[in-house]
């Protein structure tokens, strides 16, 4: 984006992020998708009345992104670029407090015996367990040499770490031997910047290891994907909008934190989502609602599901509409088949509906995306497009 | 493009290019756009016998061009990296000698009280008092230290002036203050080399305000987007080819000018067009032919206006391609859709009338663009592609 063309004014973007929500012809269910079968009458009379179609391509052709370049990508931002480490993305996810400087790590148990790592998942032990654990652990080592210690546990054998202090690099190795019957491995920094930071990741994992020498399973923790909350320019600069995301699920609303999104907190359901639509309408330009249900029934491989999750948003497009933004988009951050079972490369469904008067005339979903005007782009290019259709970019050259 | 691949015959090619001709469904109209509803019975048939349709995007994805980029990019220069200034595209508009050294700014008459600019437009005069003072200028100041000094008045307050001397830099910010009721600004040079260019513009503005004491309106000028004639790759060297342009409008023939296309002057209708490029063709590989009808329909928001441009041009079809070029491109340098009443950022609708044998077997309109076997490529990717259709580009590798 060349930002001498950010126009400034008060026309409202508004973001409807089905997470996950991309998906393939289903040989089980007539070879149709869940965007196809769904009853969506509100989304699918908006998109044939004022809805131009097309397709998104997260990173690039044949690449399955995650959550961080999914969503980066979608924000204008390029994510090859940039990046949101693995262990910011769970702290995220946790829905602990990044704060800038802060070293976040993902880790779980794991059973040591002799020095070697038998089973890196400690047995998979309850999350009650974990949560027990985790609560030792907070209370025996709240700070090493100055740095402070923040431990939240996950579900099963997992929990996150953040190390708040000074000084601290992420360039350290994983302290994980990636296969069991390995003996257990220390973090190595990746330069003299990061000496520090290993030393105390390394007495955090020995202090642990003594703290714990009387549990059966979990008696080790392991630590990886050391990140620390990355300098990305911040979106409302970057356009010139005041945004803000309303997320049920912690790592969305982290996310968009760590773009300097306002983020608003603690929304339970989707009645409360658009509650915390409405009444900040006037006081932001872009709104970035993020669903998740879509991505969960396509994780377990569930059609009906899926069906239902997107039945279930339909209901929320006519308040949404009526509060009369300049653009309205409805896509994905990726696509989660059903026969997949997980996160995919293929190009997400797109739907614009805008002010401009045209429209494909077509219901949104995959296929009609195929032919659709806007045609298959990359997901770092619709923001330029939303902001071309918020008449929000001035003319380039004369 | 790469050098080393072009060829050196005679097969010709033909841009006809419609200016703005780009549109979007239009809900006045049933949907259609003008290229759709217009009958072009000429067109329509050479596209289903011998065409290939796509879309091209003029500058990037939601980026809405300028004339520059838009015609720099036809013809395959990058409009990120080459830039035709303001200043130069008005002189060329208003057909001024522009040389090179020359420095180009676009200028109008303001109000001035008590150094205060009250009114940028001067009350937007008529142009014969803008013709009437643009002379009283000219005779009372033909040059400033050595400066030669080259004025010609524009439409209403609007005129454009051309500096002719030696070290004269565009290095200059605008001398406007770019909104009324703040002080007069005179322009300052952004860099050393600037100095003496910014000495001779200021110079100007004084001599003319001392001049125009008298005017009750326009007693001031306003200069801004100084700019030289671009140093640009001449287009024949790069394609192997001799070009002649053929414009009704000035500012078409200057940007062709710019990019050492020969310029054939004076060509008042299509009829002394075609009379133009039937006496030319046996000289010339490259013709380019431009139409601007169909973008001042779309500027003033009226469809029927720019569906009679359309059918207008048809009938010009026949004798055209009676020549029997190796390749007739029909597109616009951009779109500029009847509802937005402007440039946009819509691909623009692409016709290639080839002699391969293939064809994509329809009439030539947005929606069928859309699906068109060239796909939607970027506007400087099309002149790669006409030149291999007209056998002008070697194989690349073994």
């Given amino acids: 984006m060349r930002h001498e063309l950010i126009l400034n004014n008060d026309n409202k973007l508004i973001f409807l992020i089905l997470d996950g929500v991309g998906d393939i012809p289903n040989p089980q269910f007539s070879y149709t998708t869940p965007l196809e079968a769904a009853k969506k009458p509100n989304i699918d009379s908006l998109a044939r009345e004022k809805g131009i179609l097309g397709r998104i391509i997260p990173v690039d052709i044949g690449i399955t992104p995650g959550s961080g370049p999914g969503h980066l990508s ?3 931002y390029d994510p090859l670029e940039h990046e949101i480490g693995r262990g910011v993305l769970e702290v995220l996810g946790l829905n602990m407090d990044l704060q800038d400087g802060d070293l976040a790590a993902r880790a779980n148990f794991c059973t040591i015996r002799d020095n070697i790592v038998v089973d890196r998942r400690a047995g998979r032990i309850p999350t009650e367990e974990t949560v027990r654990i985790c609560e030792k652990i907070s209370s025996a080592i709240p700070e090493i040499e100055g740095v402070k210690l923040l431990i939240k546990p996950g579900k099963s054998h997992r929990f996150a770490v953040i190390f708040r202090g000074k000084n601290l690099s992420e360039h350290l190795t994983d302290a994980d031997p990636h296969k069991d019957h390995l003996p257990v491995v220390f973090s190595e920094p990746k330069d003299d910047k990061a000496i520090f930071a290993s030393h105390i990741v390394n007495t955090f994992i020995e202090k642990v290891a003594v703290l714990l020498k009387g549990e059966k399973a979990a ?3 392991l630590l990886r994907g050391f990140s620390a909350k990355p300098a990305i320019p911040s979106f409302s600069d970057n356009y010139g909008m005041k945004a803000l995301a309303i997320a049920t699920y912690p790592m969305y609303r982290g996310i968009a934190k760590v773009l300097g999104m306002d983020v608003k907190d603690e929304t339970k359901d989707y009645q409360e989502m658009l509650k915390a639509l409405r009444d900040n309408y006037d006081s932001y ?8 249900e879509t991505d969960l029934a396509g994780e377990d491989g569930n059609f009906p599901q899926k069906v239902a999750a997107i039945e279930t948003v339909d209901p929320m497009i006519p308040e949404i509409y009526s509060l009369n933004p300049q653009v309205l988009v409805i896509t994905g951050d990726h696509s989660t088949p059903c026969p997949m079972k997980g996160h995919s490369w293929h190009p997400v469904p797109l739907l614009l509906v805008t002010k401009t008067g045209e429209r494909d005339g077509m219901a949104f979903h995959e296929k009609n995306c195929v032919t659709g005007s806007i045609g298959t782009i990359y997901s770092k290019q619709l923001m330029p497009l ?6 929000r ?5 004369a």
Same sequence: chains 1, 2.
Avoid: P, R, T
Avoid at 285 to 292: C, D, V, W, Y
Avoid at 393 to 397: F, P, T
């Fill in 74 to 76: 979608l924000f204008g």
């Fill in 393 to 397: 970019l001035d003319k380039y050259g």
């Fill in 219 to 221: 008696n080790g923790v």
């Fill in 285 to 292: 330009q872009f709104f970035f609602l993020h669903i998740k």
């Fill in 386 to 391: 939303v902001l071309a259709h918020g008449l």
